[in-house]
């Protein structure tokens, strides 16, 4: 697509970068059919092609109002339209860019600009959830339908963490509300990695990885939160202790693999990001079929792929064939490539989108009637789990099992 950037812009990294991905851009709409947002509202306005339309315009210096940033703000930043597209736009860059221009140039009103901040100061730290959160469980009883469904009713225990003892050690991300919501995760993480020989440890203080600010348009500080985190794995890489970085929440894995990028200009950080990235796995990259004991019998499974999994580290098929490995029979899933809804903190601000998807996915999930749903990312996980009775669990739960 032919472009012509504004002065403000022009000649700034990211002006640079936007103006390479909208050149790839031919506008063939490709990308439409497989947005879960324009199937849910059926305007173009909120498909990638119509955003990527409103962000070269804005790009270009033209009038920027609160439509144009109500359509950025539908985008879920699923990046199914990558996985689509034939000419390899970088739609999530993209919109990183146009999201921030947008933000300068508009002025959200008292109450959004509140509730915004709020998330974007309390879901990142990790105790003051911790808290929030038990006393939302112990008042949930008395708590309105719509927030009662927010709040889970229980968390499930941890269980025992083997002390390390293998040489083969990796770090993990405890992460910021995954902790508090579902510590069983990280420790049946840390079990099953036990079982065939690598120690999983995680870092004093290593909490968020910064996606959620970073996503909610609190871009600077963010990438703050990489830098906090970057500070408490790096004493661990530097002596060269860990010999990767284990990703338990795909949304968390997909921010963290892009640190590089994302502080490349950053020039006391910009190594040390690079060095990072490049040691992040997601769990099921580290856990080979051959490395699980073959199982049988063991139930039926519906996975759900989360987007940050499949379109925005592309990494499909791998959980499955864990699963199917371990004794797994997995149902069939319709429509697998469309988000779920959840999206970080999408749930919470578009709740109706939201809303939606999770219906139509929860309708595919248990078409085929599983004896449970598996995911890989906390946030899906809590989302699905509070519209259905159907138990919801991270795979590595299921191969945690004996
Ligand atoms: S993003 Fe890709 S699929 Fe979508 S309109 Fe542009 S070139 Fe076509
Ligand atoms: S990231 Fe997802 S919701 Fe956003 S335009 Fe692409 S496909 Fe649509």
Redesign the pocket.
Same mark, same amino acid.
């Given at each position: 697509m032919q472009t012509e950037l504004a002065d403000f812009i022009r000649d700034t990294p990211e002006g640079r970068e936007a103006e390479a991905i909208l050149r790839k851009c031919v506008h063939c709409g490709f990308?439409t059919a497989?947005?879960?947002? #324009?199937q849910v509202l059926g305007d173009d306005l909120d498909?990638?092609r119509g955003?990527i339309y409103l962000m070269k315009r804005a790009l270009e210096g033209a009038a920027v109002t609160d439509r144009t940033r109500l359509h950025l703000d539908r985008?879920?930043?699923?990046?199914?339209?990558e996985t689509t597209c034939p000419s390899g736009v970088q #739609?999530g860059r993209l919109v990183d860019i146009g999201r921030a221009v947008v933000e300068s140039k508009t002025h959200r009103g008292a109450l959004e600009r509140t509730r915004r901040a709020m998330l974007a100061w309390g879901l990142p730290r990790t105790g003051l959830f911790g808290a929030v959160l038990g006393i939302g469980q112990w008042l949930r009883p008395l708590l309105p339908s719509a927030l009662k469904t927010k709040v889970p009713a229980q968390t499930r225990g941890a269980g025992s963490w083997p002390a390390p003892r293998h040489a083969r050690k990796v770090l993990a991300l405890a992460g910021c509300v995954q902790p508090a919501l579902a510590p069983s995760i990280n420790a049946a993480a840390a079990r099953v990695l036990d079982r065939i020989g690598i120690s999983l440890v995680e870092a004093p203080g290593a909490g968020c990885c910064g996606g959620i600010r970073f996503h909610l348009n609190y871009q600077e500080e963010g990438r703050d939160d990489m830098r906090a985190l970057i500070d408490r794995w790096w004493p661990a890489v530097e002596r060269g202790e860990v010999e990767a970085i284990a990703m338990t929440a795909s949304g968390c894995g997909v921010t963290v693999k892009d640190y590089g990028h994302l502080l490349a200009q950053d020039a006391e950080y910009q190594a040390k990001a690079e060095r990072i990235s490049a040691l992040t796995r997601d769990l099921c990259e580290l856990i080979t079929p051959e490395m699980v004991a073959a199982g049988s019998k063991r139930g039926t499974v519906a996975f759900q792929s989360p987007c940050t999994l499949q379109h925005g580290q592309q990494l499909r098929g791998k959980v499955e064939a864990l699963l199917v490995r371990a004794g797994y029979e997995l149902t069939a899933v319709n429509d697998a490539h469309l988000?779920c809804g959840s999206a970080g903190t999408y749930s919470l601000l578009q709740p109706a989108i939201s809303g939606e998807l999770r219906s139509r996915k929860l309708a595919a999930l248990e078409a085929g009637a599983p004896d449970v749903i598996a995911t890989a990312n906390i946030g899906c996980l809590t989302h699905l789990q509070s519209a259905t009775r159907t138990p919801v669990r991270h795979w590595i739960e299921l191969l945690d099992v004996k």
């Amino acid at each position: 697509m032919q472009t012509e950037l504004a002065d403000f812009i022009r000649d700034t990294p990211e002006g640079r970068e936007a103006e390479a991905i909208l050149r790839k851009c031919v506008h063939c709409g490709f990308c439409t059919a497989t947005c879960p947002t #324009y199937q849910v509202l059926g305007d173009d306005l909120d498909s990638p092609r119509g955003r990527i339309y409103l962000m070269k315009r804005a790009l270009e210096g033209a009038a920027v109002t609160d439509r144009t940033r109500l359509h950025l703000d539908r985008c879920l930043t699923c990046r199914a339209c990558e996985t689509t597209c034939p000419s390899g736009v970088q #739609y999530g860059r993209l919109v990183d860019i146009g999201r921030a221009v947008v933000e300068s140039k508009t002025h959200r009103g008292a109450l959004e600009r509140t509730r915004r901040a709020m998330l974007a100061w309390g879901l990142p730290r990790t105790g003051l959830f911790g808290a929030v959160l038990g006393i939302g469980q112990w008042l949930r009883p008395l708590l309105p339908s719509a927030l009662k469904t927010k709040v889970p009713a229980q968390t499930r225990g941890a269980g025992s963490w083997p002390a390390p003892r293998h040489a083969r050690k990796v770090l993990a991300l405890a992460g910021c509300v995954q902790p508090a919501l579902a510590p069983s995760i990280n420790a049946a993480a840390a079990r099953v990695l036990d079982r065939i020989g690598i120690s999983l440890v995680e870092a004093p203080g290593a909490g968020c990885c910064g996606g959620i600010r970073f996503h909610l348009n609190y871009q600077e500080e963010g990438r703050d939160d990489m830098r906090a985190l970057i500070d408490r794995w790096w004493p661990a890489v530097e002596r060269g202790e860990v010999e990767a970085i284990a990703m338990t929440a795909s949304g968390c894995g997909v921010t963290v693999k892009d640190y590089g990028h994302l502080l490349a200009q950053d020039a006391e950080y910009q190594a040390k990001a690079e060095r990072i990235s490049a040691l992040t796995r997601d769990l099921c990259e580290l856990i080979t079929p051959e490395m699980v004991a073959a199982g049988s019998k063991r139930g039926t499974v519906a996975f759900q792929s989360p987007c940050t999994l499949q379109h925005g580290q592309q990494l499909r098929g791998k959980v499955e064939a864990l699963l199917v490995r371990a004794g797994y029979e997995l149902t069939a899933v319709n429509d697998a490539h469309l988000c779920c809804g959840s999206a970080g903190t999408y749930s919470l601000l578009q709740p109706a989108i939201s809303g939606e998807l999770r219906s139509r996915k929860l309708a595919a999930l248990e078409a085929g009637a599983p004896d449970v749903i598996a995911t890989a990312n906390i946030g899906c996980l809590t989302h699905l789990q509070s519209a259905t009775r159907t138990p919801v669990r991270h795979w590595i739960e299921l191969l945690d099992v004996k």
